[in-house]
């Protein structure tokens, strides 16, 4: 069995060859997949090898061969399935060729196409093609194409449970679907998807978004970090933002007053999404309220960092940022009693986590920080102004570029690649900018994306062709 890394690689490499009659160079492929190294690439080169799936030639740029296990068969062609909801039978009309190595040594099998995105956990995309191998009865669990309602077909995994059965997608944004009999045409055994299709995609298989806007190293999408598929997973240094407080404020495209459980389940997932796009070296700067009063006191500092530190980041510290802010005394509780007054605290604070290792060893390992910044701003107590609301462009809850520049030269080398998941007015992209990192900003909302990039303009220069 090959992993969904080593399937993908060799997806690719035999989509080249059908394409242009010779492989890709290993430069060609860490090109493609994005990979840190060429010899990352010859691991996985070796490890096909080893699993009989390719050949390599010696002292050749293109030393990659396909193997005996890539030998051709025909199989028909029966159209198109929904790995989604089911739509109706479908009929065979053409043959194609594919490798041999993908089908069973024995029995009759035929190919369909895939629409909808309910297997991606199963590394089976919208646009690939599965190979089914003709069976009526499958495992508890295993992926099979399922006929249901006398005239409807699905991919899906299967479970047989007491009087009823699930038919189980491989992606947890989506239901199940439960029905009392099924009929079972064959069995998923494996799974390709073309050259073409592979260049429009990202390494992981998710569809690939081109930026709102891109230039001088700064990419915006105007999307939401939930389900931006356009950043590859593992490809961020650092990543510094001020989420949504969730205290009424009128953003245009964001609803600020949740259930506080509500809340922290959308914390949960935006900070799980950061986690997965970070580097193993990544780190996390997250700006965030000591607590709140209004519908409540809530401990909202200690519970983000609880979820951070469930989801996988690790703590390292925690810095006070001094905004002089004595307007967030919304209210004295009893006045001058002990019956039941209200302790408000001005400041905000700024976590600093990590993914798996705190010490940077990769990257250009280039700093701009003087010796000055770095003493003053080690002392973790950080007094500064915010940032008003018409200096930011009309953006409702902006935060000054102070916060970003210190986090981007305290944290981060020359080069890095800084990414916040709640753009707003393009704060930590101005201070990316000005200080030589590469910035990816993320907003749902079209007005902030432009809010953003006139700031862009003004603040760190960047000229718009």
């Given at each position: 069995?090959?992993?969904?890394?080593?399937?993908?690689?060799?997806?690719?490499?035999?989509?080249?060859?059908?394409?242009?009659?010779?492989?890709?160079?290993?430069?060609?492929?860490?090109?493609?997949?994005?990979?840190?190294?060429?010899?990352?690439?010859?691991?996985?080169?070796?490890i096909?090898?080893?699993?009989?799936?390719?050949?390599?030639?010696?002292?050749?740029?293109?030393?990659?061969e396909?193997?005996?296990?890539?030998?051709?068969?025909?199989?028909?062609?029966?159209?198109?399935i929904?790995?989604?909801?089911?739509?109706?039978?479908?009929?065979?009309?053409?043959?194609?060729?594919?490798?041999?190595?993908?089908?069973?040594?024995?029995?009759?099998?035929?190919?369909?196409?895939?629409?909808?995105?309910?297997?991606?956990?199963?590394?089976?995309?919208?646009?690939?093609?599965?190979?089914?191998r003709?069976?009526?009865?499958?495992?508890?669990?295993?992926?099979?194409?399922?006929?249901?309602?006398?005239?409807?077909?699905?991919?899906?995994?299967?479970?047989?449970?007491?009087?009823?059965?699930?038919?189980?997608?491989?992606?947890?944004?989506?239901?199940p679907?439960?029905?009392?009999?099924?009929?079972?045409?064959?069995?998923?055994?494996?799974?390709?998807?073309?050259?073409?299709?592979?260049?429009?995609r990202?390494?992981?298989?998710?569809?690939?978004?081109?930026?709102?806007?891109?230039?001088?190293?700064?990419?915006?999408?105007r999307?939401?970090?939930?389900?931006?598929?356009?950043i590859?997973?593992?490809?961020?240094?650092?990543?510094?933002?001020?989420?949504?407080?969730?205290?009424d404020?009128?953003?245009?495209?964001?609803?600020?007053?949740?259930?506080?459980?509500?809340?922290?389940?959308?914390?949960?997932?935006?900070?799980?999404?950061?986690?997965?796009?970070?580097?193993?070296?990544?780190?996390?700067?997250?700006?965030?309220?000591?607590?709140?009063?209004?519908?409540?006191?809530?401990?909202?500092?200690?519970?983000?960092?609880?979820?951070?530190?469930?989801?996988?980041?690790?703590?390292?510290?925690?810095?006070?940022?001094?905004?002089?802010?004595?307007?967030?005394?919304?209210?004295?509780?009893?006045?001058?009693?002990?019956?039941?007054?209200?302790?408000?605290?001005?400041?905000?604070?700024?976590?600093?986590?990590?993914?798996?290792?705190?010490?940077?060893t990769?990257?250009?390992?280039?700093?701009?920080?003087?010796k000055?910044?770095?003493?003053?701003?080690?002392?973790?107590?950080?007094?500064?102004?915010?940032?008003?609301?018409?200096?930011?462009?009309?953006?409702?809850a902006?935060?000054?570029?102070?916060?970003?520049?210190?986090?981007?030269?305290?944290?981060?080398?020359?080069?890095?690649?800084?990414?916040?998941?709640?753009?707003?007015?393009?704060?930590?992209?101005?201070?990316?900018?000005?200080?030589?990192?590469?910035g990816?900003?993320?907003?749902?909302?079209?007005?902030?994306?432009?809010?953003?990039?006139?700031?862009?303009?003004?603040?760190?220069?960047?000229?718009?062709?």
């Amino acid at each position: 069995m090959l992993t969904k890394k080593q399937k993908n690689i060799l997806d690719y490499i035999q989509g080249c060859h059908q394409k242009n009659g010779y492989s890709p160079s290993h430069e060609e492929i860490r090109k493609h997949f994005k990979l840190s190294s060429v010899s990352t690439v010859s691991h996985y080169i070796k490890i096909l090898q080893k699993k009989g799936y390719i050949k390599r030639a010696k002292n050749a740029a293109r030393g990659v061969e396909i193997g005996e296990k890539d030998a051709v068969i025909n199989i028909p062609f029966k159209g198109y399935i929904a790995a989604g909801q089911p739509i109706e039978a479908i009929e065979e009309y053409e043959t194609i060729t594919v490798p041999k190595n993908l089908v069973s040594t024995s029995g009759q099998h035929f190919a369909l196409g895939v629409k909808g995105d309910s297997m991606i956990d199963e590394g089976i995309f919208d646009g690939d093609t599965v190979i089914i191998r003709k069976q009526s009865n499958v495992e508890n669990g295993e992926t099979a194409i399922a006929l249901i309602n006398g005239n409807e077909v699905t991919l899906k995994k299967i479970f047989k449970e007491k009087n009823r059965i699930r038919l189980q997608p491989a992606n947890p944004n989506l239901k199940p679907l439960y029905v009392k009999s099924v009929v079972i045409q064959g069995k998923v055994i494996s799974a390709f998807r073309n050259i073409e299709e592979q260049e429009k995609r990202n390494s992981d298989g998710t569809k690939f978004q081109r930026p709102y806007f891109e230039k001088d190293g700064i990419s915006i999408f105007r999307d939401d970090i939930l389900k931006i598929a356009s950043i590859p997973n593992a490809s961020i240094d650092l990543i510094v933002t001020s989420p949504p407080y969730n205290v009424d404020i009128h953003y245009n495209s964001h609803a600020d007053n949740l259930t506080y459980e509500d809340y922290l389940e959308f914390t949960k997932k935006w900070i799980k999404r950061c986690f997965d796009l970070a580097k193993s070296e990544g780190r996390f700067l997250l700006n965030i309220p000591l607590d709140k009063n209004k519908g409540g006191q809530k401990s909202v500092g200690a519970d983000i960092t609880r979820i951070a530190k469930d989801i996988g980041w690790k703590y390292h510290s925690t810095i006070i940022w001094n905004e002089g802010n004595i307007s967030r005394r919304t209210a004295w509780g009893s006045f001058m009693s002990a019956s039941a007054p209200y302790v408000i605290a001005p400041v905000e604070l700024i976590l600093v986590l990590y993914k798996d290792s705190w010490k940077k060893t990769g990257g250009s390992r280039k700093n701009d920080i003087t010796k000055q910044e770095f003493m003053d701003w080690t002392n973790g107590i950080w007094t500064f102004p915010g940032q008003s609301k018409k200096g930011a462009g009309g953006h409702p809850a902006p935060f000054p570029v102070e916060l970003p520049r210190r986090c981007i030269k305290l944290f981060s080398f020359i080069d890095d690649t800084v990414l916040d998941p709640f753009l707003g007015s393009g704060s930590t992209l101005i201070a990316a900018c000005l200080h030589n990192r590469k910035g990816v900003g993320v907003d749902i909302d079209k007005d902030y994306c432009d809010i953003a990039i006139r700031r862009l303009q003004q603040e760190a220069k960047i000229k718009i062709n």
